[in-house]
């Protein structure tokens, strides 16, 4: 079981930046990958950006490539996305994701609410 705790939501105005953090209950080495998703009203959950631990490598949708950048804190088991250049369309509630094995479900964080003002 893996937990995962999340923090730094809150409200911005267009164009602003926001770091989201997620801290995770087990070594951020040993798991296969950690990521974060959001979730608009009335939209499905989508992959925002991803962070794979054995290959070194990151992965962002369209959506927000060039304005978010994931990283980690391999000693403090966290995982940070920056958000510059937020957008309305930016708002959503964001969701830690962690693989710890591939094909084992993955878990997920409670969710933190980012809103954009535009």
């Known amino acids: 079981q893996v937990q995962l705790v999340e923090s730094g939501g809150g409200l911005v105005q267009a164009g602003g930046s926001l770091r989201l953090s997620c801290t995770t209950s087990?070594?951020?080495?040993?798991?296969?990958?950690v990521g974060w998703y959001r979730q608009a009203p009335g939209k499905q959950r989508e992959m925002v950006a991803s962070s794979i631990t054995f290959t070194y490598t990151t992965n962002y949708s369209d959506s927000v490539k060039g304005r978010f950048t994931i990283s980690r804190d391999n000693a403090k088991n966290t995982v940070y996305p920056q958000m510059n250049s937020l957008k309305p369309e930016d708002t959503a509630v964001y969701y830690c994701n962690a693989q710890r094995i591939w094909g084992e479900n993955p878990y997920w964080g409670q969710g933190t609410q980012v809103t954009v003002s535009s």
């Open positions: 087990a070594s951020i080495l040993s798991l296969a990958a």
